[in-house]
């Protein structure tokens, strides 16, 4: 009897970056891979199963949150981040054999990507036209099939490859040390506890008035929690002014200080949207919240040894 493999959603076509962050993890690489057009039809298959796993991008080092998939996740989806998955990026300039790099005229890629390399195309091609195309690979599949001469992609180095393209110019971003985090999403459960984890979270204010955010900050940095990530997103539907926060906090639900954070947020703010606790990309440890911890338990018992002596 054979089992089938968990199928996995990620942005196509193939050659994507989304693609070359999925590969290095060896379960997703060995799973049945679902290619999409866009973002949100990754998130919707899983939300309907048609997948088990999608796999998204949904921050850069340069250009910040991910703001498509942030939102899909936190207003249109109820989903669970399963990991993190960082990868290095390299922008490269592609185009067909024998054009110069002052023969481009319309250079295509995703809008994020562009943004990434702004300074590089100002002044190296600043007469070319920006066209946005549905990801880094696309835009270069685009221009080895379907238009013509003088027109060049940001792409992956690998999609040179994959679509007979020769590189103009390569690692052509404005900031060295170009990353991109990108998450793994399924309809349910929740990872185990390594000790080196993230918890997501969307808080929404019970009221907009002086003193709201600093009453949500001030439950982690009561419990000692680092927060990796501090976001606000309108909630699409309050009219202007009226935000949610989004936050990426050390630690997991286990941890009873962040499960107790959530505990006092979820009693005191409008509502509380869990993302998920799962692992966190790179190694090191948190020492500052394993000790206040093991402060928490401490007091924890105190509390409960008083309260055992209640007549």
């Given amino acids: 009897?054979?089992?089938?493999?968990?199928?996995?959603?990620?942005?196509?076509?193939?050659?994507?970056?989304?693609?070359?962050?999925?590969?290095?993890?060896?379960?997703?690489?060995?799973?049945?891979?679902?290619?999409?057009?866009?973002?949100?039809?990754?998130?919707?298959?899983?939300?309907?199963?048609?997948?088990?796993?999608?796999?998204?991008?949904?921050?850069?080092?340069?250009?910040?949150?991910?703001?498509?998939?942030?939102?899909?996740?936190?207003?249109?989806?109820?989903?669970?981040?399963?990991?993190?998955?960082?990868?290095?990026?390299?922008?490269?300039?592609?185009?067909?054999?024998?054009?110069?790099?002052?023969?481009?005229?319309?250079?295509?890629?995703?809008?994020?990507?562009?943004?990434?390399?702004?300074?590089?195309?100002?002044?190296?091609?600043?007469?070319?036209?920006?066209?946005?195309?549905?990801?880094?690979?696309?835009?270069?599949?685009?221009?080895?099939?379907?238009?013509?001469?003088?027109?060049?992609?940001?792409?992956?180095?690998?999609?040179?490859?994959?679509?007979?393209?020769?590189?103009?110019?390569?690692?052509?971003?404005?900031?060295?040390?170009?990353?991109?985090?990108?998450v793994l999403v399924a309809k349910e459960g929740i990872p185990a506890p390594t000790g080196h984890d993230v918890t997501a979270l969307v808080i929404y204010q019970r009221a907009d008035e002086p003193g709201s955010l600093i009453s949500i900050l001030q439950e982690f940095a009561a419990r000692r929690i680092n927060l990796n990530n501090l976001l606000s997103r309108p909630t699409k539907d309050g009219g202007l002014g009226d935000y949610c926060f989004v936050i990426y906090a050390d630690g997991h639900i286990a941890d009873e200080l962040v499960a107790d954070a959530m505990r006092t947020l979820h009693s005191k703010q409008g509502r509380v949207k869990f993302l998920g606790s799962y692992p966190a990309a790179g190694e090191h440890a948190h020492t500052a919240r394993e000790h206040a911890d093991s402060r928490w338990r401490d007091a924890d018992d105190w509390v409960q040894q008083l309260r055992a002596t209640i007549r």
């Fill in 1 to 182: 009897m054979t089992t089938a493999r968990q199928r996995v959603g990620f942005l196509g076509p193939l050659g994507t970056f989304t693609e070359q962050a999925l590969l290095t993890q060896p379960d997703l690489a060995a799973a049945e891979h679902v290619l999409f057009r866009t973002m949100p039809d990754v998130l919707d298959a899983v939300e309907s199963g048609e997948v088990e796993l999608g796999f998204v991008a949904i921050e850069n080092s340069i250009e910040g949150t991910v703001n498509l998939t942030q939102d899909e996740l936190a207003f249109s989806h109820d989903l669970l981040i399963q990991r993190e998955v960082v990868l290095d990026i390299e922008h490269c300039l592609l185009a067909k054999a024998d054009t110069a790099l002052a023969d481009v005229k319309v250079v295509l890629s995703i809008p994020v990507a562009s943004a990434q390399c702004h300074t590089f195309l100002r002044t190296q091609t600043d007469q070319a036209e920006l066209r946005a195309a549905n990801s880094t690979a696309e835009a270069a599949r685009l221009v080895a099939e379907e238009l013509g001469a003088g027109s060049a992609a940001v792409a992956p180095r690998a999609s040179a490859t994959l679509y007979g393209l020769q590189i103009l110019a390569a690692d052509i971003a404005d900031h060295r040390g170009n990353q991109t985090r990108f």
